[in-house]
């Protein structure tokens, strides 16, 4: 079946490392996304890994994907106040996206 | 093009009323989707076009939802004899679904609220 599982809340310093975590379940899933969601907004794209990948670096952003264990998990450098807000995982699985349920991340200053 | 519209951004609604929404997609894009989003949770699928064909409905989508994607541009979502229960945001994203990639964009989403 499908089903996307996260963790619910992350709690960092600003400066520090964040990482949040996904399990997926679609083996057949060709892509899986980052999705970013504020306050009373709509959910904007941050990046996206292409199943035959490993990892894929955007700036402060690094996705590594380990197909075996179908895992995802989103790595967030020198953490700003400015990215809190929920992530949301999803992955490409019959044709429609499938989300997790979102991470709440906290960044303390 | 400034990405996926929807309006209207905010429906306030009496039970039992009609409402219809509508998604205005990112112009070369060929598939549409519609998710239902409540507070805590991550965005559940409802339906998605590829140009005008509804490729897929969910199990969520009952008889009184209904969606349209007639030229295989914009699309609307209408929801009859609504119910409190139907109180969630309604996001509409587009994706070009090709061998470039597939990255699948969202609108600000509609808000609805029926009292």
């Known amino acids: 079946g499908e089903d996307v599982e996260q963790s619910l809340f992350l709690s960092v310093r600003e400066g520090d490392s964040s990482v949040i975590n996904c399990t997926y379940t679609?083996?057949?899933?060709?892509?899986l996304y980052w999705y970013k969601q504020e306050p009373g907004a709509g959910l904007q794209l941050l990046t996206y890994?292409?199943?035959?990948?490993d990892m894929k670096q955007d700036q402060r952003l690094t996705v590594l994907l380990n197909k075996k264990d179908k895992h995802l998990s989103l790595r967030i450098a020198d953490t700003q106040t400015g990215d809190s807000a929920i992530y949301f995982c999803?992955?490409?699985?019959?044709?429609?996206?499938?989300f997790g349920q979102g991470t709440t991340l906290q960044v303390k200053p | 093009d400034t990405g996926v519209s929807q309006n209207p951004r905010h429906k306030i609604t009496k039970r039992g009323q009609n409402v219809t929404f509508r998604c205005d997609p990112i112009?070369?894009?060929?598939?549409l989707y519609w998710y239902r989003q409540t507070l805590g949770q991550g965005p559940e699928f409802l339906t998605y076009?590829?140009?005008?064909?509804?490729?897929?409905k969910s199990r969520l989508l009952s008889d009184r939802f209904s969606a349209e994607r007639p030229k295989g541009s914009f699309s609307t979502l209408e929801i009859q004899r609504t119910e409190q229960g139907d109180s969630a945001m309604y996001l509409c994203?587009?994706?070009?679904?090709?061998?470039?990639?597939?990255?699948?964009?969202f609108g600000q989403g509609t808000r609805l609220t029926v009292v």
């Open positions: 994203a587009s994706s070009t679904w090709d061998q470039r990639g597939d990255e699948a964009f």
């Open positions: 679609d083996s057949s899933s060709t892509y």
């Open positions: 890994i292409f199943s035959n990948m």
């Open positions: 999803a992955e490409m699985s019959g044709g429609k996206l499938i």
């Open positions: 112009s070369e894009h060929n598939r």
């Open positions: 076009f590829q140009n005008e064909a509804q490729l897929e």
